[in-house]
């Protein structure tokens, strides 16, 4: 049995952890509506120079692609996080800091590509990332004597 606290720190990671999913969520499916329309923002940061035919339909390629996988990847995590992890099931904890690091991780490097223009949200993300987990693995162990 959970003490109150823990059961509090839990909800409390999980809502945490929904809300970076909400988030990025929103952005994927932003940015999947706009490279649908043919303004990838990509194109946008980087001056949207008139360029290579070919360079400009493989970016769009990648972020009609990759952009609908973030979107599915943060329903998954909303669907684990309350059918699971609220449940205290240890695997969904396991399976959600062994996809969503990497992934954080990522967001980092990629974002070196165009001069850690997205810092900022990198670090919030990561905070949000880190607390959220951090509370829903206190929270979702018992207590030891």
Sequence with gaps: MLSPGRMKALK???VLLS??????LLVG??????TL??????????????GSPR???VINAQAAFCNPLIVALCLL??????TSLVKRARWAFWALVASL????LFGFLSDRFLGNH???ANLFSSLLLLVGLSLCDYGSRSRTA
């Design 19 to 24: 809300i970076w999913s909400v988030l990025n």
């Design 55 to 57: 360079l400009h339909a």
């Design 77 to 82: 995590v909303l669907v684990i996080v309350w």
């Design 29 to 34: 499916a932003y940015v999947t509506i706009l």
């Design 37 to 50: 329309r043919g303004r990838t923002p990509i194109l946008w940061m980087v001056g949207d120079e008139p």
């Design 118 to 120: 997205n810092l900022p």
């Design 12 to 14: 409390a990671g999980a």
């Design 101 to 104: 690091a990497p992934l954080q």
